[in-house]
């Protein structure tokens, strides 16, 4: 049973599209994020999101919003793809308080945009 | 703002050598500390966590790592490698309340010379 699960692992689209990234955990956290590494594998937050309050990293374009159905999943959409938005992007979650529970990332989602 | 350095970016080691990887942080109060070693095409794995008690912690596959207060530092160990230790290590502060994920460090890439 996997505890943070992606989908798609690939995804290749070109530039202008519309595409979302899915994510689920069955771990019964409450807190959720998205996460970005880029072509250097530098990992950068975009987004912390629980059933009350959506934090979003200041640098994150608006074409990109994160859409939460549940406390389950988190979503990431993503309007008019542009090449720079090629990386691997990364889901996780924790309970409340997660730094003394620790950090679950799923296993991630390249993207790369033609 | 919190802030996390690595400043190994690469790190060769001969198999059976002990290691230390370096990582200092930036935070105002006492942090959350993790590590997590990403492998080839894979996700984040936790190696270990530091919120309080003991300033060693033990963590998976034989690496332990040390907080130390006055140098802002926690440092991965092991005292032996194997070769399948080969991969991005990423050491990682966080706040207690979580709801702000994870900043991470720029990574150090671990080469195996057999």
């Known amino acids: 049973d996997t505890a943070v699960s992606q989908t798609p692992k690939y995804l290749v689209t070109q530039m202008g599209n519309d595409k979302s990234i899915k994510c689920e955990q069955n771990?019964?956290?409450?807190?959720m994020y998205w996460y970005k590494q880029d072509s250097k594998k530098f990992l950068k937050i975009m987004f912390s999101?629980?059933?009350?309050?959506?934090?979003i990293n200041e640098t994150v374009p608006n074409r990109f919003s994160p859409k939460s159905p549940d406390k389950a999943h988190l979503n990431l959409h993503i309007n008019s793809l542009e090449l720079g938005d090629s990386a691997v992007y990364f889901c996780?979650?924790?309970?409340?308080?997660?730094?003394?529970?620790?950090?679950?990332f799923g296993s991630g989602t390249r993207l790369t945009v033609v | 703002a919190q802030s996390v350095t690595q400043p190994d970016i690469h790190i060769t080691v001969s198999e059976g050598a002990s290691l230390e990887l370096r990582c200092n942080y930036s935070y105002g109060a006492t942090p959350y500390l993790f590590w997590y070693v990403q492998s080839p095409g894979q996700g984040l794995q936790l190696l270990l966590k530091?919120?309080?008690?003991?300033?060693l912690v033990q963590g998976i596959k034989g690496f332990e790592a040390e907080f130390k207060r006055s140098q802002s530092s926690f440092n991965l160990r092991k005292p032996s490698v194997h070769w399948s230790d080969a991969a991005e290590y990423f050491c990682?502060?966080?706040?207690?309340?979580?709801?702000?994920?994870?900043?991470f460090g720029k990574g150090t890439h671990l080469i195996i010379q057999p």
């Open positions: 999101y629980n059933n009350k309050e959506l934090i």
């Open positions: 771990l019964g956290h409450d807190t």
């Open positions: 530091y919120f309080s008690g003991d300033t």
């Open positions: 996780a979650s924790s309970a409340r308080g997660g730094g003394a529970y620790g950090y679950t």
């Open positions: 990682a502060v966080g706040a207690p309340g979580g709801a702000d994920g994870l900043t």
